[in-house]
């Protein structure tokens, strides 16, 4: 999606004028809260995340573990697919015993779009940790694609490591495995909702490498909309709502040390697309270590030690997939905030606005897949280009 290099390099530069700032400003304030628990030594690399995770906990003081039973995933699955049907006028029905499956764990769902009532997709939710036979992660895979020629429909595999139920208790999640299971549903629902016809292009294929998290991580964001984490956050036992001070707190440790995260990112992304690029001249006297110092004094706060090595284990750009295109985390999450502030523009409370917006989304970013191009197919929905200013927003 991004058309050249200077285009990466124009948005690395515009969030790292934005984050620099901030950045070193939260340093500051680490310093000076270890420096109020009786830390007189000068803050060095390894002491960033020790003290960190002591001021999380001083300011936002609860415990992951504390919110599962608030997260019970057959609540977290009505309240997830309620929101698909609010956004996008589709309904979700369990249809276990209509597939074969691999696991009794495993259900299977169907996709009915609510105008036809026709049946439009289906896919298979693998939600618990097997570790004798299952990798760890969680994932979105493709089962079966959108075939005209083939008179297929989509068939989704979803993919989590979530804690099995345990006697009469069901399945209890961590807010973060909530995040993760609406992050795969946008996969999913990308590839499920699709209306082109030819598979090759049709659902995830053919979407450039930068635009490919946009659905996933625009899906993220409703996990912090408080009508949508309420109509699911209950206990378990009690059915009380998760209290009001509990939700704060998850919302505001979101951006806890944003601008040192975001300086990170950048620092990774900028050091990926200079050494694949003309910027850097591989058979010149500088070294990529040399590069990497280089860059260090620009995107750090606290430069790293002369002997660091971190290239060495930079797999993302070596061997993981990424080469010259790390930059694609933040690129895809400017494309999804922005398409989060649509709805945030149109009134989060407004439901007659967020259908007409959803709907929107799903005929364009969920629909036409690979067969145009996502700068494209974003026009289509926010009729202009992405705009930094809500992922700067949404990040304190």
Known sequence: MAPNVD????????LYEKSYPIAKQELEELKAFA?????????NLWDVPYWSERMREKLYSY???????????????????????????????????????????VQYFKIKDNTSGDYIASFYLDPYSRPADKRGGAWMDT????????NTKPVAYLTCNGSPPVGEQPSLMTFREVETLFHEFGHGLQHMLTTVEHADAAGINNVEWDAVELPSQFMENWCFDKKT???????????EPLPQELFE?????????????MMRQLFFGAM???????????FSDKTPFELQQELAKKYTVIPPLPEDRFLCSFGHIFAGGYSAGYYSYKWAEVMSADAFGAFEEGGLENEEKVREIGKRFRDTVLSLGGGKSPSEVFKLFRNRDPSPDALLRHSG
């Not at 984490?229 to 059915?239: E, G, R, V």
């Open 7 to 14: 285009s990466v390099l124009q948005l690395i530069d515009m």
């Open 35 to 43: 420096k109020e628990n009786d830390f007189t030594e000068e803050l």
């Open 63 to 105: 415990e992951e573990e504390a919110l599962r039973p608030y997260f019970a995933l057959p609540n977290v699955l009505d309240g997830l697919f309620s929101l698909a049907n609010r956004l996008f006028d589709i309904s979700i029905e369990n249809a276990n015993g209509e597939a074969q499956v691999w696991n009794q764990d």
């Open 143 to 150: 089962c079966l694609g959108k075939s005209k020629v083939l």
């Open 229 to 239: 984490l309420y109509s699911f956050a209950k206990h378990y036992q009690t059915n």
């Open 249 to 261: 707190k998850i919302k505001n440790a979101k951006n806890f040390q944003a601008g040192l995260g």
């Open 272 to 282: 990926d697309i200079e050494l694949y690029s003309e910027q850097y001249d591989a």
